[in-house]
């Protein structure tokens, strides 16, 4: 099991929001063809309110700080990514007093993304990246090369939900968004040492 | 059992005209509306979406959105909201418009969604 901290929770989040900021426009770039182009600016508008809401403060558990998370997510996101992420916070907020093993956490995530956008694996959508994502945690550790190949293999699927569904075969050629920004989210995860 | 209807959208002209549609065919059926974001754009917010649940008077509410995100910040607001309100995954005008002429001459809920059925298409 790998534990997670209240402490280590927070630089994640930290390591997350910055590198959102970094690739605002990389993101949103990619939402570009296949999406409505927002969703770099969304997601750097909600971790600017993440920000706000946890920076500096104390955080008796997990469950009072992502609670925190997922309200500023849901309020400020925006778009499908607003509710995906809030839900994904709120679900971990839900076990957070009494669990701290990430492994659970982040399949209690995962399964709160599934529930409220109906996506499975092979969509192209963020649930591809989280899959192997639990999946590896879950088995003792995640690295890098786990969340870039996760990420990767969106580019080649043929979009099954959301705006680029009403693309099609178009999707095929483009990585989903949603995907490489849980790619920064898990990329950040790793850069805490939290599998270290 | 009162039934009032609630329209979500990405844009508050559709809402409201969809809204005004229906109450138009149900003038004694409430009807209230979400659209757009927190500030004025196009998209979907949770907040704007409780804010119509909480606004309608009636006891229990049918609810209608038009595509993906709202359906999630719709499906967010329901679970928060203090009333009973059901989402329909049906064609946006069609539904809402039924769902209110058919709250409007006194069907009970079942009656309401046996017609709604056929307007499924999400």
């Not at chain 1, 709120?90 to 956490?105: H, P, Q, R, V, Y």
């Not at chain 1, 529930?115 to 590896?136: E, F, I, L, N």
């Not at chain 2, 196009?42 to 909480?54: E, L, N, V």
């Amino acid at each position: 099991m790998t534990e997670l901290t209240v402490n280590v929770a927070q630089q994640w989040l930290d390591g997350f929001a910055a590198a959102i900021a970094e690739h605002k426009d990389y993101l949103s770039e990619l939402d570009t063809p296949i999406g409505d182009g927002d969703h770099g600016s969304n997601m750097a508008r909600g971790l600017a309110a993440v920000q706000e809401a946890v920076d500096g403060k104390e955080f008796a558990n997990l469950k009072d700080l992502f609670k925190s998370v997922a309200m500023a997510l849901i309020s400020k996101v925006g778009g499908a990514s607003g509710p995906l992420y809030g839900t994904a916070f709120l679900e971990m907020a839900k076990l957070g007093d009494t669990d701290s093993d990430l492994g659970d956490l982040l399949a209690a995530a995962l399964a709160g993304i599934e529930k409220r956008g109906g996506a499975t694996p092979g969509d192209k959508t963020m649930v591809d990246v989280w899959t192997p994502v639990v999946q590896a945690v879950q088995a003792g550790g995640l690295k890098q090369s786990d969340v870039d190949a996760a990420v990767n293999s969106t580019e080649a699927m043929v979009a099954r939900k959301g705006r680029a569904s009403y693309l099609g075969e178009r999707s095929v050629g483009h990585l989903d968004p949603g995907s490489m920004s849980s790619g920064y989210l898990f990329t950040a995860l790793i850069n805490t040492g939290v599998f270290a | 059992m009162s039934y009032g209807i609630v329209v979500a959208s990405h844009v508050e002209d559709i809402a409201r005209g969809v809204a005004n549609l229906a109450q138009q065919a149900a003038k004694d059926v409430p009807i209230t509306f979400a659209g757009g974001t927190d500030d004025g754009g196009i998209g979907s917010s949770m907040t704007k979406i409780s804010a119509a649940i909480d606004a309608n008077g009636a006891d229990e509410l049918l609810a209608f959105y038009d595509l993906g995100s709202a359906k999630m910040n719709l499906d967010m607001a329901v679970e928060l909201a203090d009333k009973p309100v059901h989402v329909y995954d049906v064609a946006l005008v069609e539904g809402a418009y039924s769902a209110a002429t058919l709250a409007g001459a006194g069907l009970d809920l079942a009656g309401i969604e046996a017609q709604l059925a056929p307007l499924k298409i999400k």
